[in-house]
């Protein structure tokens, strides 16, 4: 399965899911905490690219129930969103640690090469 690289709202997205299942607020308070406060989903945002990813079945609708008169769905990380998300963070890694390598030939004493 090859895929372009993710967006950084659906990267958080993943990686909150791949901690544990999470209802729509829950999954805005952890993408915040993941992204160390740089990432604040609003509501629209997040429930589109959840529409996108069950239609992609990168995630799954865990369990569906009422609560105080309204629909809260708990989604889940696929295998198939596992695997893209495993994916991603290899090729991010790799990039990574590419420019770590390159800075520290370029500027030694920056980047904590002794020489």
Known sequence: ????????????????????????????????????????????????????????????????VVVEGRLRRTYALTEAGSQVLAAEAERLRSTADEATRRLAVTFPRLHGATG
């Open 1 to 64: 399965m090859t895929h372009q690289p993710l967006r950084e709202p659906t990267l958080l997205i993943l990686t909150a899911l791949a901690g544990r299942p999470q209802h729509g607020y829950s999954l805005m308070q952890d993408v915040d905490a993941i992204s160390q406060g740089r990432v604040r989903l609003r509501a629209g945002t997040l429930y589109g690219a959840l529409d996108r990813l069950l239609k992609e079945e990168l995630i799954r609708v865990e369990e569906e």
